[in-house]
């Protein structure tokens, strides 16, 4: 391997200035080895050619998988293989696997993952959010409350069209923690426009507490804009209802039956 001290040779090496000035860092730093490799290999130069090219794809690849998870703000890195199914034995871990290959991305599909507190809604949107960056797709996880606060400082510095127009082209938007807190009308409205711009266009994870049938009470006790964006969101849609215990408070009672949440009655 070429180490740092060894700048000074490859400072006088053109071969390795070429590659720098065309930005290809890691061939430059690699091809010697490599070189070296195919040499006492006797391999043939296509082969040293396409593993030089592959170690500049993968650490590209994963320089780009990094960023597009910084920008997504996860507030923590979760993935499928820690969740503990065992914990949570009523959850379909075949769905939630299926989930994985993120196929409900390619039909545009909303995901809904509803229960009660500390059931593991966030570290599963995550975990999609996470394999969904894996696979190069644009991706933002937000707190409801925080994004709708966003979105009302935007709206009053005249700049709410352009950040709407961004989450238009977001592929996946996680959408966190819905029913915690009641909304005021502007920002049901406000929820309702996000919601919208993605209708068929991307996918949106919701993790809820609220059976459907309540999220009136969500919506500053609109029932027309509550339907709306069930309407929206149920229309291509996979469901989750954790209906086990808390990993923080396990001792408490589950209360979510999948049966109620199939079908939302807004009236």
């Not at 406000?190 to 059976?211: A, C, D, M, P």
């Amino acid at each position: 391997m070429i180490k740092a001290q060894d700048t000074k040779q490859t400072v006088s090496d053109p071969l390795a200035a070429q590659l720098k000035e065309l930005g290809l860092y890691i061939m430059a730093l690699r091809y010697p080895d490599l070189a070296e490799e195919a040499r006492k290999a006797k391999s043939p130069y296509a082969h040293y050619l396409a593993a030089l090219v592959s170690a500049q794809l993968a650490a590209r690849m994963d320089r780009s998988y990094r960023e597009r998870l910084a920008r997504a703000r996860f507030p923590a890195i979760k993935t499928i293989e820690e969740f503990a199914f065992s914990f949570q034995p009523g959850l379909d871990e075949t769905h939630v696997r299926t989930l994985a290959e993120l196929d409900f991305m390619e039909r545009k599909e909303n995901v809904l993952l509803v229960g009660r507190p500390g059931v593991g809604k966030t570290h599963l949107a995550i975990a999609l959010g996470v394999k969904a960056c894996a696979t190069r797709k644009r991706v933002a996880f937000y707190q409801v409350a925080d994004l709708l606060d966003q979105l009302v400082i935007a709206m009053a510095a005249g700049t709410l069209p352009g950040k709407l127009l961004d989450i238009s082209r977001l592929d996946l938007l996680i959408l966190d923690e819905l029913g915690y807190l009641s909304l005021d009308t502007r920002r049901a409205n406000l929820f309702f426009q996000v919601i919208s711009r993605l209708y068929e266009k991307g996918s949106v994870i919701v993790t809820t507490n609220r059976r459907f049938e309540a999220w009136a009470d969500i919506f500053a006790g609109d029932a027309v804009i509550a339907g709306a964006i069930l309407d929206r969101l149920l229309h291509h849609r996979q469901l989750l209802v954790i209906n086990g215990p808390s990993y923080r408070t396990p001792d408490l009672t589950a209360g979510f039956e999948p049966s109620s949440l199939e079908v939302a009655h807004i009236s």
